[in-house]
């Protein structure tokens, strides 16, 4: 397995404007990263995003015990549907969602070029991968303290990983605990299998290029994530979304450089 960093830009430009209703161009070779805070949304911006959901994700959002936990999901889960609409060219609220075998999201919809896609939230902050290069896998965490971090390492991570988190002496060193976390949860979400799902072989049929690499993400302070994806995909395209009311598709996205995956820029790692 390879892995890169890669780092979600700090400068962003507003997006150029498409006419309504047309798709926005998605690449044959890229994944565009979306980064959206669910931090603070107003009771509008909540109440627009509630309206583009489907029935089945209303009652979902009905069930939540907390009003935090519930403005995430709807904030999140409609902030999807624009994205994703997007792409196809068709209303967020008619997107058909459903999910594969292990729980992985998927867009129904027939007769269309592939769009694949997933996503994760941490607390306030969303991120979304969006491609056509095939199956992809994303993660993001919080850093914070984790009492049984030792438990899960020793379940979860191989000796390497073990003991880059805790070296020796001193506590153990949470921001390597965190990407080493988002790098199995982006992996696995990519293959769409759960945790205890089946490793991915070392490299392609027939000895070919290896079926995944991962590419770690530095996000804002406080965050780490992780990206999967197949080894066609040669670029990153960065965008920051924010729910707007009086925007054409509910959504004004500003863009950051597009970042070139050469391959000569990721390197060779033994943990995963």
């Given amino acids: 397995m390879s892995v890169s960093t890669v780092k979600f830009p700090t400068r962003l430009r507003p997006e150029a404007p498409r006419p309504p209703g047309e798709p926005r161009r998605l690449r044959a070779d890229e994944v565009v990263v979306w980064r ?11 109440a627009l995003m509630h309206r583009l959901l489907s029935s089945s994700e209303a009652e979902r959002a009905a069930k939540f015990r907390f009003e935090r936990d519930r403005r995430r999901f709807v904030m999140g889960r409609g902030i999807l549907r624009t994205i994703l609409g997007r792409y196809v060219g068709r209303p967020a609220g008619e997107l058909a969602l459903g999910s594969g075998p292990h729980g992985k999201p998927r867009l129904d919809i027939e007769g269309e070029p592939p769009v694949e896609f997933n996503v994760a939230h941490s607390d306030d902050l969303a ?146």
Wanted: charged residues 25%.
């Fill in 36 to 46: 959206a805070s669910l931090v603070g949304p107003g009771p509008e911006r909540v």
């Fill in 127 to 272: 991120v979304y991968a969006v491609t056509r290069t095939g199956p992809v896998g994303i993660d993001v965490e919080r850093v914070r303290d984790v009492p049984e971090w030792a438990e899960i390492a020793s379940a979860c991570f191989t000796p390497t990983e073990q003991a880059r988190i805790h070296p020796g002496a001193g506590p153990p060193r949470r921001q390597d605990f965190f990407r080493a976390w988002t790098r199995h949860e982006a992996l696995l979400k990519g293959m769409g299998v759960g945790l205890g799902g089946a490793r991915p072989p070392a490299s392609g049929p027939d000895g070919g290029p290896e079926p995944w690499v991962i590419h770690d993400v530095h996000l804002e302070n406080g965050y780490v994530g992780a990206l999967a994806t197949g080894p066609r995909t040669r670029w990153i395209t960065w965008i920051e979304g924010e729910p707007d009311p009086d925007a054409p598709d509910f959504l004004t996205a500003r863009e950051g450089q597009r970042t070139a995956l050469e391959p000569t820029f990721a390197h060779r790692i033994d943990s995963l």
